[in-house]
Structures are given as structure tokens and as C-alpha cells.
């Protein structure tokens, strides 16, 4: 890894601009997690709702504040932190681009959360028309998009001065990591900016009557896919690059990892019909066609859990251990740094395996919106992402803040993680477990006029409520944690870990780099599996629907 | 900055390769779990419809 332009320290101004996303995301985790158990109490059967709100309303603030805020708010923290650190300080006027990204992304959250607690918008975090909000939702998830991309600008102003300054030469992993995701969302987000900016919002301004379902859902997936690719890439960053160092081993290879990267990049996006297998107007050949793209994704992150093995166990030896596994032993398990995320990645094992169940036509049928796919998204978002995000902040935050993780904080930490894998593993096992009996998602409590089968389907969701109440706990731990970490830790030096590749890798070829190259496939690619079927979709198209407003 | 190392060859350790045994059981094991479980969904499927 280029260590020229690294950074000892993340520079005091830039570390102010992270924690500032890292506030607005350790708030939404806050209401977000209250939602949720309240999501589950309700399930239960056992609790009822006060008569001023409602199941709709408390699940859509629980999808935005945690799909969409938290997630979008802490990656960009995330990764303008690792750009600062592995690139050089920003300049002024990156800096700059940095904060009226975070201020615009930050007025569209508050817009947008206006108009949930007013109950204007309980439309749930996905927006699917028929259901119409207020225009205000729409016009504040806009302005949280545009505000990423600002940041984003900083992102890619950062890489291409580095890469002015240092000719010939390849970018510094970890930002060049940050910018594939930040590519990627661009390219990504432009979907769904479509269908609000030229659907949604004139729909719900009243200046056009219909909508057309199918091209909006259309365009949602476009983007609702590559929108969990963009979730879980920061997530590998941290395993790719950062926790080979915090367990003192080596990158196994930093080629890998950048060509496990650009293969996210070419296979994310034309996919978006795997989460659309079950809808009528879309041609079975092109959904065909997508499944088979899907089914590529599986072999970048094949690889991931390959060199992921392979740091694990090179380190093992080289403390000498024996044996097929005496490797596992070796591991730091008493350094949170390393036992968090690590769950994160056992979590993403039976994450994987839903996910390629998911996507597979024939299961989709089985499992397609019922309570399972929540049970699967809890394991790859809610466990894997976010405890490796929650591993990252046990350092990045003191490291920022000029404070250090003291012994008894680890200690909660390493607490921390276990309570949510106890907790997880009752919430999603249940939801696994009631989706195959047919549980529907998305659902307040019901016995559906005392049917036998919608009575199967209780004990899990008793189940459920227990593994949300452990999970809350979990929340209320982590964000006893972010408080200290940032405001009340002792002051001191905490280490910002980044990997060293291994002696024996490869050297980095420069193809990676290729922007134009990678870009070109990646619309090549989209227009490949996207052109035709909305040709059909548009030129066969209904004459739309009016707007439902239920809530 | 200097960088005396220019020209040198990286690949003169001879040293053995570390055994990655370990990984490659790991990987067989998790192939292993992807196919019992996609099996596990595809017979409640066919049982089904
Ligand atoms: C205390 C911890 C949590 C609990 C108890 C919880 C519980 C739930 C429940 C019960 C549902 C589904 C309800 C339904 O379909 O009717 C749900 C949906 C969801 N959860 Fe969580 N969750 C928690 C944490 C998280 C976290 C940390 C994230 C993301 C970072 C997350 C993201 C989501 C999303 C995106 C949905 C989908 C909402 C929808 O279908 O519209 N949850 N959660
Ligand atoms: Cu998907």
C-alpha cells in the first residue's frame, strides 16, 4: 500500500466534518431502534399502539431512519474519514463540498422526518406508488440524495488530486474502495432520482393525476439494489483492509480486493429485476437474464469470504499455529475492533445463503414478501453492516475525537455484540422460520379472522418480540458507547488501523484505475438489460393510477 | 522520496508458501451450507406447488 501520502492522523477539521454524519446517524439509530421494538411488541399480539399513531406510520420512520438515514449518513462519514486518512488532508475546498453535502443531506432528513411524524407520508421507506405521501417526503429524499452526491464530489475531488500528484501510480486502497461505492451510487441513485423528481413528485403536487406503477417500481429496483451493495461495501472495506491490521496480519492480496470491487460495480446495478420476479408486465426472458447477472455477484463475494479465510488463517500460522483449524484460536477475541465485525461476518454466512435462495425464481415464490425477507435483510443490514459499522466506530470515533477506548469500554463492546447476536438470532430466526409457514412482511398484528394458519405463525412472533427486546438493549449499549467515545473518553492517541499487504501478493496493476474502461461496461450493461424491457413497459403501459392515500 | 529498493526483485523469498488448508476446508464447509439450504427451500417448494 502507498504509505507516501497517509495521513498518522485524520486532520482536527476533517474529523469534524465525519462526526457530524456520525451524529445524525447515531440519532436515527436511536428512534430507529425504538420503532422497531415497538414494531415487534406489536406483532406480539400483546401491545397496542396509542390511538395517535399507528403500525404504518412507526414502520415507515424505522425503514428510512435506519435503511436510508443511518446507513447513507454514516458510509459517507466513513468514507470521507478513510479519504482524508489514506489520501491527505482535503483541501479548503473539499472540505467545503464535504459540508454542504452533510448540511443538504441533513434539511432533506428533517423534511422528510416532518412529514412522517405528522403522519403525511406513512408510505413506508420504499415510497412504492400507488401510495402517495406529501411532496415535502418526496423533496427531502431528494435533497438526502443530492446531498450524497455532494459529498461524493469531495470524495472524487480528493482521489483525482491524489492522482495528480502521484503519476503512474495506484491510488491508496481504501480510497480507492470509497470511490467504486461512491460510483456506484451515483450511477445507482439516478433511478430512483428519476422517478421521484419525473413521477412521484408531480403526482403528489397534483399537477399530473396518474402514475405508472410499474415504470416507478422499475425504477426504484434500478436503484433499491445496488442500494445494499452500497451498504455492505464499506462493511468489506473494513474487512478487507482494516481488520487484516487490527489483528496484526496482512492484506492477502490488495488486487483481489480491488477486482472484487470493480465486479460489485459491473454487477450491481443490472439486476434490479430479482426483487421484481413476482410482478406481471416484465418479460420472463429478461428477468431470466437478470438472475443470471445476480447470480455473478456471488463470486466477488465468494472471494471476499475466500481472502477473508485466507488473512485469518496466514495470521494463525505465523503464531504458529497447527492443525486444520487451530488458526481460530490464535484470533484477537478479547479486542473489540475485531470480535464485532467479526460477527458481522459469521452473521453474513446465513445472510449469503437467503440471499441466493431470494433470488432463485422458483424459491422467490416460497419466500417472496413474506416476514422471511425481513428475517434476511436483518442478517446482511441490520447485523453484518451495522455491527461491522459499530466495529468501526469503537475506533474511528475516539481516533477523531482525540480520545481512546479504554479497557472497561471494550470490555461493554465486545457485550455490546454478543447481546446482538443473541438478540438477532431470535428476531431473524423467528422471521425466517414464520416466512417458509407463509407470515406475511410488512403486517400489524392479525389472526386473519381465526385462521389456523395465521395462528401457526404466533409463537415465532412472540419469538420476535423477545429477540427485539434484547436487540434494544444492544442499542441502548451502543449508543452509551458512541456518547462516551465521543465526549467523555479519556483523552489520548487511538490508533486508525489500515492493512499492509502481504509480501508475497502481486503487485497492483494500473487497469484498475480505468475509469473510463469500468464505467463504459457498467452502462453497457445496464442499457443491455434495461433497454428493452422498458421499451415494453412504456409502450404497453396502463393508464396509470391515481394516488392512495390510507393513513 | 528515496526509494532504494527500486530494481530489486520481490520475489527472491523462497520461503514455502504459508498452507492455507484451513481456508480451503473453511470454504468447502460454508459451499456445503449455500447447497443445504438452497436444497432445504427447493424441497418445500416442489412440496408445495
Ligand atoms: C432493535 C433493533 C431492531 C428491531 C427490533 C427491528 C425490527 C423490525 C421489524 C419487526 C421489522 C418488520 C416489520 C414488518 O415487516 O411488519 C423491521 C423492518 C425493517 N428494519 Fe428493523 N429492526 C431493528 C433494527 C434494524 C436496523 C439496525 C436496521 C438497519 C440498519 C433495520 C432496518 C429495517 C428495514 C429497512 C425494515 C423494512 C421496513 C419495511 O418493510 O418497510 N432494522 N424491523
Ligand atoms: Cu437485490
Redesign the pocket.
Known amino acids: 500500500m502507498n504509505t507516501n501520502s497517509m495521513n498518522p492522523k485524520v486532520d482536527r477539521r476533517d474529523g469534524k466534518l465525519t462526526m457530524a454524519h456520525f451524529y445524525v446517524a447515531f440519532i436515527a439509530?436511536a428512534i430507529?431502534?425504538l420503532a422497531?421494538?415497538l414494531?415487534?411488541l406489536v406483532?406480539s399480539g400483546k401491545f397496542q399502539l396509542p390511538t395517535w399513531t399507528g403500525?404504518y406510520q412507526i414502520?415507515?420512520l424505522?425503514?428510512v431512519v435506519?435503511?436510508l438515514v443511518?446507513?447513507t449518513f454514516f458510509i459517507m462519514g466513513f468514507q470521507l474519514a478513510l479519504v482524508s486518512k489514506t489520501s491527505g488532508t482535503f483541501t479548503r475546498k473539499q472540505r467545503l463540498t464535504g459540508w454542504i453535502g452533510f448540511w443538504t443531506m441533513t434539511i432533506g432528513t428533517i423534511m422528510t422526518a416532518i412529514m412522517i411524524l405528522t403522519n403525511q407520508a406513512s408510505v413506508?421507506?420504499?415510497f412504492y406508488a400507488p401510495l402517495q405521501a406529501h411532496a415535502l417526503f418526496y423533496l427531502g429524499l431528494t435533497l438526502v440524495i443530492i446531498g450524497s452526491w455532494i459529498d461524493g464530489a469531495a470524495i472524487i475531488m480528493a482521489y483525482t488530486s491524489w492522482r495528480k500528484a502521484n503519476p503512474g501510480k495506484p491510488s491508496p486502497l481504501l480510497t480507492f474502495m470509497s470511490l467504486v461505492n461512491t460510483l456506484m451510487w451515483i450511477v445507482a441513485t439516478i433511478g430512483v432520482a428519476a422517478t421521484v423528481l419525473f413521477q412521484l413528485l408531480p403526482w403528489s403536487l397534483g399537477l399530473v393525476d396518474r402514475v405508472d406503477v410499474l415504470v416507478s417500481r422499475t425504477l426504484f429496483w434500478y436503484f433499491g439494489h445496488p442500494l445494499v451493495y452500497f451498504w455492505l461495501l464499506p462493511a468489506y472495506m473494513a474487512w478487507y483492509a482494516i481488520v487484516p491490521k487490527i489483528i496484526g496480519g496482512k492484506i492477502f492480496s490488495d488486487s483481489l480486493a480491488r477486482m472484487s470491487f470493480i465486479l460489485f460495480l459491473l454487477f450491481s446495478i443490472p439486476v434490479g429485476f430479482h426483487h421484481q420476479l413476482m410482478e406481471p408486465g416484465i418479460d420472463p426472458a429478461w428477468k431470466f437474464l437478470q438472475v443470471i447477472l445476480t447470480f455473478l455477484v456471488v463470486i466477488p463475494s465468494l472471494m471476499t469470504a475466500f481472502s477473508l479465510f485466507a488473512t485469518f488463517e496466514m495470521y494463525g500460522r505465523s503464531k504458529g499455529s497447527t492443525g486444520l483449524f487451530g488458526w481460530v484460536k490464535k484470533l484477537p477475541w478479547g479486542d473489540a475492533r475485531f470480535a464485532v465485525p467479526f460477527i458481522g461476518m459469521l452473521a453474513f454466512i446465513p445472510a449469503g445463503a437467503g440471499g441466493i435462495i431470494n433470488a432463485s425464481n422458483q424459491l422467490n415464490q416460497v419466500v417472496h414478501n413474506t416476514?422471511w425477507v425481513?428475517g434476511h435483510?436483518?442478517l446482511t443490514?441490520?447485523t453484518s453492516?451495522?455491527l461491522t459499522f459499530f466495529g468501526i466506530s469503537y475506533w474511528l470515533v475516539p481516533h477523531l475525537t482525540g480520545r481512546v477506548l479504554t479497557k472497561a469500554m471494550n470490555k461493554l463492546a465486545i457485550i455490546q455484540g454478543v447481546v446482538w447476536a443473541i438478540?438477532m438470532t431470535f428476531?431473524s430466526g423467528a422471521?425466517h422460520a414464520a416466512g417458509l409457514l407463509g407470515a406475511p412482511?410488512?403486517?400489524?398484528f392479525s389472526t386473519y379472522g381465526g385462521s389456523e394458519q395465521a395462528a401457526e405463525w404466533i409463537p415465532y412472533q412472540i419469538a420476535?418480540a423477545v429477540?427485539?427486546t434484547i436487540?434494544?438493549l444492544?442499542?441502548i449499549l451502543m449508543l452509551y458507547i458512541f456518547v462516551n467515545l465521543a465526549f467523555f473518553a479519556p483523552k489520548g492517541e487511538e490508533e486508525f488501523p489500515v492493512g499492509e499487504v502481504a509480501d508475497q501478493a502481486e503487485k497492483t496493476p494500473m487497469v484498475f484505475e480505468n475509469w473510463k474502461l469500468w464505467l463504459g461496461i457498467t452502462v453497457l450493461l445496464i442499457l443491455f438489460a434495461y433497454t428493452i424491457p422498458f421499451i415494453d413497459m412504456i409502450q404497453n403501459a396502463p393508464i396509470g393510477s391515481k394516488g392512495y392515500k390510507f393513513f | 522520496m528515496a526509494q532504494p529498493e527500486i530494481g530489486k526483485k520481490t520475489h527472491t523469498k523462497v520461503e514455502d508458501q504459508p498452507s492455507l488448508k484451513g481456508t480451503l476446508a473453511s470454504v468447502f464447509l460454508l459451499g456445503f451450507f449455500l447447497i443445504v439450504t438452497w436444497l432445504g427451500v427447493f424441497f418445500l417448494f416442489v412440496d408445495r406447488f
Open positions: 439509530l430507529g431502534g422497531g421494538l414494531q415487534t406483532r403500525y414502520l415507515t424505522h425503514g435506519l435503511g443511518l446507513t413506508l421507506y420504499t416476514i425481513t435483510f436483518h443490514l441490520a453492516v451495522v438478540g428476531m422471521m412482511r410488512r403486517s400489524s420476535q429477540g427485539g436487540l434494544f444492544g442499542i
